[in-house]
């Protein structure tokens, strides 16, 4: 598929990024209702028991009210913890669908890397 | 045809007809389009046999020429604000400003500051190249539209903190690729980056003081071009003044009367034959273009509305209930007789332009009030063919009406050295020598 930055809305880069995810081995749930103390947010996609996800953030689908500059720093906090990982992208920072799926790529390797040297510990 | 004709024999001819008004309109609206090619080649050879007059007339820049110029035209300006002096003048102006110009540094020492590859001017800004260079390269290979935010959060150094999850540490991690791509010698970003800043800082001293030598370099040369240019004026300048003189000389000539001047141009053959050169083109080009007005474009008008006419009977007359009408056929019988004018007038243009522009015995004219050029124009062309055209009176040309209305016995007096030709001529074509012009020829002028 060839998407270019005006077309890429909410359900396309969400697709592109449940793919990416389900590729990985993740069981992602759509909109999942997170609640993890302060943070109550329904998250694009995540996989409940493997604490990973993804969160599209656009404007079309109000998350600018939603995901706030506080929100991030409380999910920011337990992703440096490790308790939890979700990939945070703008989509004005979205040139291209390929952009886009590498970019997911990259981020479940590390994801990866980091999950394995937890499990060394 | 019968007296009368139904609705539908009357469209059936009027249709016909106008066809052949079409045709009459369209044939007129090429020659004239050609007549205006025509007149402007023979006005431009009028302009250049008026050069070649004046230029006889006034052959060189001297005051005995002067003289003789202003008496055989009558036109004093030509003397007032004595031209030689005012030349004088001008040449010690221009002489005075390369003199200033010699003196000038950036004129004087030319070699020495910009001669290729040895001049100090030339050196200073080759080394400065040599050091911009490499720095240019780096500058060059980094442009990337995301450069300026990598080098704001300290991409590649230990301050860059954003953090994996978000979307813009990988755009961060492409574009830092990317651009150590078109660098290869550059291993890692950490590296570039700080020949960049170096290079970024460096280069605007360099562009400021190229940017300088650049322009110094560039007021010499342009100091040498207006050196040029006046030596040039310099050099030309008699031939500048002349020219101006002549100029002023044929706006005069072309708006005088030539035959005015006659009797003095007469005194010099050679002069003699150069103004009557000019004077017949002129009379060609104002024949031509009365032979236009009167027999093309006069007969225009009435060719159109006759064509709208057509249109609207043709229109009236197709319809069912005019289809019993009796209509008298003479009203078509009269249109088709003055189409037919209309194209003999035409014709008649075409064989006058064919007169007209093939002249060119401009040794027998006369440039002398009482002397009616058409004439020689006409009997020309049959010296030539032995023949006339027919009805080439050239009645309305105005020039022609007013003198055989001034001179009705007149009879065109041929050069002496026409007459065993014409005769030859005459007798072979079958014609009579006396002035008839009643013969009508059909020579092709196509």
Redesign the interface.
Known sequence: MHYHKADMTEAIGCAILKECFSQAGFHIVENYPLAEGVIQFSVDGYDPSAKVGYEFVTTEAGDRQEITPSLIAELEGKMKKGELYIFLIDEQEVASAAELSDAAKHFLEKVQQLRNQEQGR | MKPFLSGSGYVQEARALRNQYSETLSELDKLSQENKQTAAALTSRANESLTELVAAILPELSAAAIARAVQLTGYLPLQQNDPLVAMDKMRETLTASMANIEQDRRYRDRLLLRAPRIGMLTREIAELEEFHAPLAEIIEGAAHPRMERLLQVGYGTSSYDV??????Y??D??AGDEILAKLPKFKTFAALREDYLAAQRDIGVYNNKLGQLRREVALGEAIEREYAEKQKQLSELPMTCLQRLRDQLCSYIRDLDLVAIGDRLAQDPSLEMLAKRYLGLQKQTEYLQQSSKHLLENSRAPVQQTIAQLDREIQKYSRPKNAGAKLPSERIAQLRLRNTKYQQQATRYQQSRHVIVEFDDYDHGCIDDDYLWWDLITESYRHRHGQYYGHMHGSYIDEVSDFRTRHPDHHFQRPDDWHDADDAAAASAGIGTDDSRDVLTSHDVS
């Open positions: 953090p994996f999850w978000r979307m813009s990988y755009q991690w492409k």
